[in-house]
């Protein structure tokens, strides 16, 4: 059964042009040009858009900018009264969309599907007029169809990786179960035969893991969760903090990734009951190489492993790039320009620690330093330091690395955290001897670092002796500059928000839109609170010192508090009073 031909009419360039130019989105002439380019083009026919997106022309409505793909879908959508819809492969239960149709079936009328429930399929084009294949998929799944209007060589793109990853997990956990239903003794024989079990090795794993890591880097993840479930095991990302779902793997194919990741990072395959941990060195798709930290742990269902992916970038930042105003960059320059002493910066998990550590000793390394490191794990290999592991299996632990490393003629010594009393005392003797020291803690604000070093028992005297400074920062989301809009913020609720710093008429708050899926934010930055030590601040230690009492000094002597920083970031229009608020608690 098939619809009439007359209705599948696929678009040509000579129905579109007449809407552009009457839109004023292209001038006559050049669109008289475009057509003969089009009609001679001796190319395999193209979509009419992909084919006025390549020409690169300049949008007339939108000065400076030329014609993109996406703009003119969003154009032609309207015209042809279609939802536009810009394809997430976040937003796409790939795993259920996949079996709803023929990747052959897919592929010949350009189609995906991109959601389903009890009511409708939901399914992209970016062919209005060919309705063929509608009453045959309405016939084949009994459920309406809706249709959407997409990016044509996305609908492409997406359609060939998703099939592709379906095949590949099919596959996987075919092999899988040819072989897991036979009696013991037989399955050893047949193992022996050289039968495909879907190890690490085996080809659909092996397509599984590619894809995972390019779909990881494309969408900017932090973190890759694979997390092992009764049912089915679950894939996560972490994007700008925030956890997001991208597939459902059959269990066997879950236990088979994590034994393909641990084989690549150098883990242990057999050992399933004990934590582990590793790292993997890969290029994304642009050629930067990236490192990735894996860690393993048994769960009821099997292991769970994380992978933290290192932005190869870091490195690369400058301050104003971490989100320093100028200020924050004075204060902590003239930190880090003291010859010895202690440098403290402190925030909890994932509040970006990490990247100052390496872009401030970034800054310092020259040919005339001596630069040593000492990491759990090394996070990052960067040629200007000397960085060494923590390996406690061989007691090289932070405080034994620390007394090796005196004996190197270091000039500054990085600790990746101070963790016990032995390290803070190593660190301590480091600095008194004529050495710069910088180190992480996890401690709410600046001033709690002094609390928190108290409280593994370390002399007021020999905090007094070292301590430079320290540095409390968290990480916040920054606006989606495409979709934020502005508000207007009364004085009342700006002085409950940020008491103390001045009220501005209007802030930005956060609206969401496709180039943000729908999140409102895009990217993050640091906020920092910056205490550096002085006479009136060090007056203030002893064995019981007020924390309060020091804190309100800090801010006497020029410190920003964190929600002082974080409000300025709202004020400048970076981040929402929403953002903050989720952040910073106190």
Known sequence: ???????????????????????????????????????????????????????????????????????LTAWLAQQCGQPYVRLDPLKIDAASVTGLMSSAFAQ??????????????TVASAQ????????????????PIKRVFANPLEIARLGTELFRLAKSVTGAALTDQKNTHLPNLEQLINLGAG??????????????????????????????????????????LRIDGMLHSVYHFPPQVTTA???????????????????????????????????????????????????????????????????????????????TRQPNGIILITGPTGSGKTSTLYATLKQLASPQINLCTLEDPIEMIEPAFNQTQVQPNIDLTFANGVRALMRQDPDIIMLGEIRDLETAEMAI?????????????????????????????????????????????????????????????????????????????????????????????????????????????????????????LRRAACEEGMRQLRLAAAHKVTTGVTSMDEVLRVITA
């Open 1 to 71: 059964m098939h619809a009439h031909p007359a209705a599948d009419r696929p678009l040509d360039l000579e129905q579109l042009l007449p809407g552009l130019v009457a839109q004023g989105l292209i001038a006559q002439p050049l669109a008289d040009q475009v057509l003969t380019r089009y009609r001679t083009s001796s190319l395999d026919p193209v979509h009419p858009l992909v084919f006025l997106a390549a020409q690169q022309l300049p949008d007339l409505m939108r000065p400076g900018k030329t014609l993109t793909l996406e703009h």
């Open 108 to 121: 010949r009328h350009q189609i995906l599907a991109i959601a389903a429930d009890q009511h409708a399929i």
């Open 128 to 143: 209005p007029n060919v309705r063929g294949w509608e009453a045959d998929l309405r016939q084949a799944l009994n459920r």
């Open 195 to 236: 039968n495909q079990e879907p190890d690490a090795n085996d080809a659909h794993i092996i397509h599984i893991v590619d894809w995972l890591f390019q779909h990881a880097f494309e969408q900017r993840a932090s973190d890759i969760h694979i997390e092992p479930r009764r049912e089915q095991g679950a894939v996560r």
């Open 257 to 335: 990734v994590v034994s393909r990741l641990k084989s690549l990072g150098r883990m242990n395959v057999a050992e399933k009951r004990k934590p582990q941990d590793g790292r993997i060195k890969t290029k994304t798709p642009a050629g930067a190489e990236v490192e990735l930290r894996l860690a393993t742990l048994p769960t009821a269902f099997g292991e769970k492993m994380v992978l933290r992916i290192f932005d190869p970038y870091v490195l690369l930042k400058g301050f104003d790039q971490l989100g320093f105003s100028v200020e924050d960059m004075q204060r902590w320059d003239r930190m």
């Open 429 to 549: 003797q480091a600095a008194l001897t004529g050495h710069l020291v910088l180190s992480t803690l996890h401690t709410n604000d600046a001033p709690g670092a002094i609390n928190r070093l108290q409280e593994l028992g370390v002399a007021p005297y020999l905090i007094k002796a070292t301590l430079l400074g320290v540095m409390a920062q968290r990480l916040i989301r920054v606006l989606c500059p495409d979709c934020k809009s502005e508000h207007r913020v009364s004085p009342d609720d700006w002085h409950n928000f940020a008491p103390g710093s001045p009220a501005p008429s209007s802030v930005f708050a956060a609206t969401g839109c496709d180039h943000c899926r729908e999140t409102g934010y895009n990217g993050r930055a640091g906020i920092y609170e910056i205490m550096l030590m002085t006479d009136t601040l060090t007056a203030l230690i002893s064995h019981d010192t007020d924390i309060n009492a």
